[in-house]
């Protein structure tokens, strides 16, 4: 008989003892132009992540020209005083980096990744970015052109479209909260070169603007380094724009997106609720994850797993605008897809989710799983230097301490089962949400309006 052949196997590894863990303090001074600079030496993390927060917000935005804070961010990589686009965007990858820029209700952020051994260079190229952009007349058009390229795309997509509706549902007509944030074909058609450089000049300068470096900064002279880049940004003394209170109406009521044909309807449901400031922020935080925050929610054990109906159904708070007195606002909402058919049944059973919730509340199991994914696994979401950089940048732009988001963890791990059922109870009251639909009015608002969530209204998608 021939004998069968053997393996070794190595002994099994085993997990190491856990050792304590918080989100890392940054060290924040300022520079001489009034440039705040926050920073975060974290060894190891070769590629150095730099967060810029620009006090320009989209309701500073001039009247008919909504889209031209993100036109701008846009430009800030197209050219400077010293490269054309074409040599700007070849001196980045020159140097490993990438730059982006985006614009959103707080101002605008500029995000760079560079390797630490050239961010000497990756720093110069930012700092000219923001010292002197060209705005070259042919670039702006570019953007433009562009950017009225995207709009009917969003407008095609589902998801897209229902926040749309759902913004201009929540907020007055007067509020900037209510409008696209990037502008619509009317008005980002009538930007140019001439409203940038203005938009530019009245709103972009260090004093009050904030830096945020966060990598490993082994051998490098910070200081000498931000003074001979970031520091030679120049701009006259301001104060930052007062924070204005966001008002909504979250009154009961389900808008209709006519999509004739469409075969699956696209659910939005929210409403306005507390920023961060607010004590109850952290027991909503874990009460909302319960209810639809992953695979074993409520909401996808119901609507998925049992039904069928969906492939997912997700609940989250998004902070709109923060302020330290108060007056900022979250946008508390549930969003998923389900098919035309089941539309009806699909928000029947999630209102009934709802209801059970508040009469019954949340397990211990629940909470303990919800616990576990938010506060567990936060060291591998803040593995990277970017995701510390970002973390710490929402702080600056949402007015919260510098050890805010350490905190947060110890109250989540706190939090109980009954704190966490209060607080998403309130965050979902089922008299209070603003439903929007994107889908077939023919086939799905009857057996809608059968429910009893709310007036019914039917609009023309565009």
């Not at 989209?58 to 074409?86: C, M, N, Q, W």
């Not at 000497?120 to 702006?140: H, Q």
Request: glycine share 8%.
């Amino acid at each position: 008989m021939t004998e069968l052949a053997t393996m070794d196997f190595h002994p099994q590894p085993q997990a190491g003892e856990a050792r304590p863990w918080a989100f890392p303090a940054p060290e924040r001074t300022a520079l001489g132009n009034g440039l705040t600079v926050l920073r975060c030496h974290r060894p190891g993390q070769q590629i150095v992540a730099v967060e810029v927060l620009l006090d320009a917000p989209l309701e500073a935005e001039p009247a008919g020209l909504d889209g031209v804070a993100t036109i701008t961010a846009r430009a800030f990589s197209e050219g400077t005083d010293k490269h054309s686009a074409e040599e700007f965007a070849a001196e980045l990858e020159r140097c490993g980096a990438t730059l982006d820029a985006y614009a959103d209700h707080p101002g605008i952020r500029l995000s760079l990744e560079v390797p630490a051994s050239r961010l000497t260079k990756g720093l110069g190229l930012l700092a000219d970015a923001l010292r002197a952009p060209a705005f070259a007349d042919s670039e702006i058009e570019r953007l433009v052109r562009n950017r009225l390229d995207e709009i009917p795309h969003e407008l095609a997509n589902p998801s897209r479209r229902a926040a749309k509706e759902l913004s201009k549902e929540l907020f007055p007509a007067t509020s900037r909260m209510s409008r696209p944030r990037q502008g619509t074909e009317e008005t980002v058609a009538g930007i140019d070169s001439t409203a940038v450089r203005a938009f530019h000049e009245k709103h972009v300068r260090p004093a009050t603007a904030t830096a945020v470096v966060v990598g490993d900064l082994t051998g490098t002279d910070l200081d000498e380094l931000l003074g001979d880049t970031l520091g030679v940004w120049t701009g006259s003394s301001a104060q930052p724009r007062p924070v204005p209170p966001v008002t909504a109406d979250d009154s009961g009521r389900v808008v209709i997106v006519d999509r004739p044909g469409a075969v699956q309807t696209q659910l939005l449901i929210g409403r306005v609720g507390a920023d961060r400031h607010d004590r109850v922020w952290a027991a909503q935080v874990l009460g909302t994850y319960c209810l639809g925050g992953t695979l074993t929610s409520r909401l996808d054990r119901v609507l998925r797993e049992e039904k069928g109906y969906t492939y997912g159904v997700r609940s989250f708070g998004q902070v709109l605008r923060s302020a330290p007195d108060g007056t900022g606002a979250s946008l508390l909402a549930i969003s998923g897809s389900v098919d035309t058919p089941n539309t009806g049944p699909a928000l029947q059973d999630l209102w009934t989710v709802l209801r059970t919730l508040a009469a019954e509340g949340l397990t211990d199991a629940e909470r303990d799983v919800a616990v576990q994914n938010l506060v567990g696994v936060a060291p591998l979401r803040y593995e990277t230097a970017a995701a510390v950089a970002g973390t710490l940048a929402d702080q600056v732009e949402q007015h919260l301490p510098d050890d805010y988001q350490a905190e947060l963890y110890r109250r989540l791990a706190a939090t109980g089962t009954v704190e966490a059922t209060a607080a998403v109870v309130n965050a979902f009251p089922v008299d209070r949400l603003v439903t929007v639909l994107v889908g077939d009015a023919a086939k799905i608002k009857e057996p809608v309006e059968a429910l009893g969530i709310g007036e019914v209204t039917v609009v023309a998608a565009e």
